[in-house]
């Protein structure tokens, strides 16, 4: 074998479905289905891609509180009433 051998994967159809298919039962993440079939899960995310299944793409949901919300606001200005002072500050040192 020679240094720039490298085992090229071609996976089939059918089987590409069937991950996807796994996937969408629930069972087992990317992770643990690449890790039981031997396949990256960025492979995983390309065939996702490839066959259009967005459903199965991790999304980011950020759940907040109305408190929260209010103390962002609160914070927010807070924030502008310190860099108004501050340019305030300056333009009084000069």
Same mark, same amino acid.
């Given at each position: 074998?020679?240094?720039?051998?490298?085992?090229?994967?071609?996976?089939?159809?059918?089987?590409?479905?069937?991950?996807?298919?796994?996937?969408?039962?629930?069972?087992?993440?990317?992770?643990?289905?690449?890790?039981?079939?031997?396949?990256?899960?960025?492979?995983?995310? =390309?065939?996702? *891609? &490839?066959?259009?299944? /967005?459903?199965? %793409?991790?999304?980011?949901?950020?759940?907040?509180?109305?408190?929260?919300?209010?103390?962002?606001?609160?914070?927010?200005?807070?924030? =502008?009433?310190? *860099? &108004?002072?501050?340019? /305030?500050?300056? %333009?009084?040192?000069?």
């Amino acid at each position: 074998m020679y240094k720039n051998d490298k085992v090229i994967r071609r996976y089939s159809e059918p089987f590409k479905l069937k991950i996807l298919e796994e996937l969408t039962t629930g069972k087992l993440n990317k992770y643990q289905l690449g890790k039981a079939y031997g396949i990256n899960p960025t492979t995983i995310n =390309e065939w996702i *891609k &490839k066959y259009n299944r /967005k459903d199965l %793409m991790n999304t980011r949901i950020t759940v907040k509180t109305k408190d929260e919300i209010t103390r962002i606001k609160e914070l927010q200005k807070e924030i =502008e009433q310190l *860099k &108004k002072l501050l340019l /305030k500050k300056d %333009m009084d040192a000069m």
